[in-house]
C-alpha cells in the first residue's frame, strides 16, 4: 500500500459541527475502503489567496494516509459530488517521503507507550 497526503478546503460557512461531520465522513470512507489514517492535520479556517467557488475562506484538513490506489479514484469521486468541499489535492508520497513520515509518527507511538510504561508499578523482587 501507499502512503498519500490528502489537502481538503471545505467550505468555512457552516458551524464547527458540520465541519467536523464532513471531516468525519471522509476518514470513515478512507477507513471503510481498506485504508489506514496516519494523521489528520486541521489546519482551520483560512483566507484563501484567490475567490473559490465564491468564497473567499476555506477550512483547510490535511490527511496522510496509507491506502491501495484504488481509494484515491474514490476519495476524487467522493469530492466531486460531495457539497461542503471546495478544493481537494491528493499527493502520492515518494518511498523517502513516506519513510520521513512514519519516522515522524513512530517517536509519538514510542512516546506513548514510554509514558503508559512509566503508570505501571515497577516488578518486586
Avoid: C
Avoid at 465522513?25 to 489546519?43: A, F, M, N, P, Y
Amino acid at each position: 500500500m501507499n502512503i498519500y497526503e490528502n489537502i481538503v478546503i471545505l467550505n468555512a460557512s457552516p458551524s464547527d459541527e458540520d465541519l467536523e461531520s464532513s471531516t468525519n465522513k471522509i476518514r470513515d470512507l478512507i477507513t471503510s475502503s481498506g485504508g489506514e489514517i496516519l494523521k489528520v492535520d486541521v489546519w482551520g479556517r483560512r483566507k484563501l489567496a484567490n475567490e473559490i467557488k465564491k468564497q473567499r475562506k476555506g477550512f483547510y484538513v490535511l490527511f496522510t494516509f496509507r491506502a491501495p490506489s484504488s481509494l484515491t479514484r474514490k476519495l476524487e469521486d467522493y469530492y466531486k459530488v460531495f457539497d461542503p468541499v471546495i478544493k481537494y489535492m491528493i499527493i502520492k508520497l515518494e518511498k523517502k517521503q513516506s519513510a520521513h513520515v512514519l519516522a515522524s509518527l513512530n517517536p509519538l507511538q514510542k512516546g506513548e507507550a514510554a509514558a503508559a510504561g512509566a503508570t505501571e508499578q515497577p516488578a518486586t523482587r
